[in-house]
């Protein structure tokens, strides 16, 4: 679901080239959720090989992947690991939504509605274990380091951009900066060769608390009151009318209170953002690009065609990539049709 922030908070759109040389700690599901949710047939159906496993996040991260490395900018992908307990709730609302959906996505399906099957297969999304298993294994055959948080992905990534080993968090939602994130890229996911997302959304979390005239404990506040992952936050609270009551600067009880909120109930949400579980953030490992791990995943087992896998390894640059003159398993494969 993720914070609904947009509302107030203003963005400044940089070209990815202006990211060059640049370290993204990447929200890895996140990503991969919108993955799933955009990169779909006509009618709504996941892209899948010819034994029906789904491919979609797979061709997500390679095309994504070589095309902010074209642009010069490295990633460092964060997934993530057990949810806090309290998150039960918002994981049970969120399969009955995709459940309400798959209905939905069926019956536009049969009434031969395509734009609307479209849309409501967007969001019956599902991340299985065997399809991030795949994803840590494509991002290391391209030299890319992952790491599994203990907890939130996000939070982890935040916590490496705020210790200085990468540069922003790289997220759709909003909620890296209530675990102080200094700055937040948003626009990843939608980054093709072929892509019309020329720029990218950089929001620096000091500047936004100046322009919304609160502190970083002010803006967790908020987030509270318009709702989390881990609360349903105020009745009738969205972000401006929250942003009001936060600039009253009552304090984070009285706020509460004023909104209709046990300030002790929800103390435990605001001690995750301020005090998140995270492992210490160390300097990523980059490598070089090995064809013949990619090849093997995407090609042989996944049916890709050898010719669009390879075109997209070339636009990676040197030194990220195999010597000229290197006879790859690419070179044998024939192309296929994924």
Known sequence: MGLPLRDIVQPQEIPWEGLSGRILAVDAYNCLYQFLATIRQPDGQLFTDREGH?????????????????QGVRCVWVFDGKPPGWKAGTIRGRIAVKEKAEV??????????METARRKASATSRLTPPMVDEAIALLSALGIPSLRAPSEGEAQAATMARAGVAWAAASEDYDCLLFGAPRLVRGLAARTPKSKVLA????????TLKNLGIDGEELITLGLLVGTDYNEGAAGFGPKRALKLVREHLGFDATLRKAGLDPEAHQ????????????????PTFRAVDPDSVGQLLVEQHGFSADRVRSALARVPAPSVTPPGHQTRLDLFAGADA
């Open 54 to 70: 789904v491919t979609s996040h797979l061709m997500g991260l390679l095309y994504r992947t070589t095309s902010v490395l074209a």
């Open 104 to 113: 939905a996505w069926k019956e536009a399906l049969a009434a031969g509605d």
């Open 200 to 207: 990218a959304q950089i929001i620096d979390r000091e500047a």
């Open 268 to 283: 435990v949400v605001a001690d995750l953002f301020r005090a998140p579980s995270v492992v210490a953030a160390l300097p």
